[in-house]
C-alpha cells in the first residue's frame, strides 16, 4: 500500500507557510513546513511520496540551491516554486533543472491547491516506479556470480549454446540457470526478465 502523500512547504515567510497549512488541510492533505532550506534538507527522507512548494528567496538558503542539493541526491521529488518577483530567465532555469511549476505571488488559493494536487499525483506515481526499481535491485542482488554471468548473456541477446560455449559449462546447465533466474525474479518469461532486467541495470550504469 503506497503511503499518503506529504507536501513540503519551504518558504521563510510565516504567512505563506500558514496560508498554505491551512488550505491544504482543509482538504485533508498533510503538510511539513520548513523556514529555512538547511532544515528541510536534513529532515527530507524519500520514504514517502512528497513534493516541494519551494520559496526561491530565502536568506540562508536559495530555492534553487535547494533543488541543487536534492539533484545531487538523486532524488526526483516534484517541486513548484513560488517567489514574488518572477522573470523569464529565473522560470527557465527552475524548469531546466527538474521543477515541475512555477507560481508568481500573491496566488490564487484554488490554483495553487490544483498545482499541488496535481504534484502529489506525480509524487505518488514516482514514488511507485522507485519502489519497483528498488525491489528488483534487491532481486538482482540476490542472484550468485554465474546467475548474474548467465543473465549478462542473455541481456547481450545471447541463446543457451552460445552462452554455455563462452562459460564453458553445458547447454542444459545454461537452462537450469535461466529457471533459477525468473524465479529470483518472479516473471514468468525471457521477454519479462530482459525488460526487468534493463529497467535496473541500464539506470545503474548511467
Same mark, same amino acid.
Given at each position: 500500500?503506497?503511503p499518503? $502523500?506529504v507536501v @513540503?512547504?519551504? #518558504?521563510?515567510?510565516d504567512?505563506i ?5 491551512? &488550505?491544504?488541510d482543509?482538504v ?6 520548513f523556514?529555512n532550506g ?10 514517502? $511520496? *512528497?513534493? !516541494?512548494? &519551494?520559496d %526561491?528567496?530565502? *536568506?540562508d ?5 535547494v533543488?541543487?542539493?536534492l539533484n545531487?541526491?538523486?532524488?526526483s !521529488?516534484p ?5 514574488g518577483?518572477?522573470?523569464?530567465p529565473? +522560470? /527557465?532555469?527552475?524548469?531546466? +533543472?527538474?521543477a515541475? #511549476?512555477? /507560481?508568481?505571488k $500573491? @496566488?490564487a488559493s484554488?490554483q495553487m491547491l490544483?498545482k ?10 514516482? @514514488? ?5 526499481r ?8 540476490t ?15 545471447y541463446?543457451?549454446?552460445q552462452?554455455?560455449a563462452?562459460l564453458?559449462? +553445458? !547447454?542444459?546447465? %545454461?537452462?537450469v @540457470? ?15 526478465? !530482459?525488460?526487468?532486467?534493463f529497467? %535496473?541495470?541500464?539506470? #545503474?550504469?548511467?
Open positions: 500500500m503506497t499518503k $502523500p @513540503y512547504i519551504v #518558504d521563510d515567510d504567512g507557510r500558514t496560508s498554505l497549512t491551512w &488550505l491544504l482543509s485533508g492533505m498533510k503538510a511539513i513546513c523556514s538547511h532544515d528541510f534538507l536534513k529532515s527530507f527522507t524519500a520514504d514517502v $511520496p *512528497a513534493c !516541494v512548494v &519551494l %526561491v528567496r530565502m *536568506a538558503m536559495s530555492g534553487f540551491d533543488q541543487e542539493a545531487r541526491r538523486a532524488i !521529488v517541486i513548484i516554486f513560488i517567489t518577483h518572477a522573470d523569464v529565473m +522560470s /527557465v532555469r527552475a524548469f531546466q +533543472s527538474g515541475v #511549476d512555477f /507560481v508568481e $500573491p @496566488y484554488q490544483e499541488i494536487q496535481r504534484a502529489t499525483r506525480l509524487a505518488i506515481q514516482r @514514488y511507485t516506479e522507485d519502489k519497483q528498488r525491489d528488483l535491485r534487491d532481486k538482482l542482488d542472484l550468485t556470480q554465474r546467475e548474474q554471468e548467465v543473465l549478462k548473456g542473455v541481456l547481450e541477446g541463446g543457451s549454446k552462452i554455455a563462452t564453458c559449462i +553445458s !547447454v542444459k546447465t %545454461v537452462d @540457470y535461466r529457471g533459477r533466474i525468473k524465479e529470483k525474479l518472479g516473471v514468468s518469461s525471457t521477454a519479462m526478465l !530482459v525488460r526487468d532486467a529497467s %535496473v541495470w541500464s539506470l #545503474d550504469s548511467d
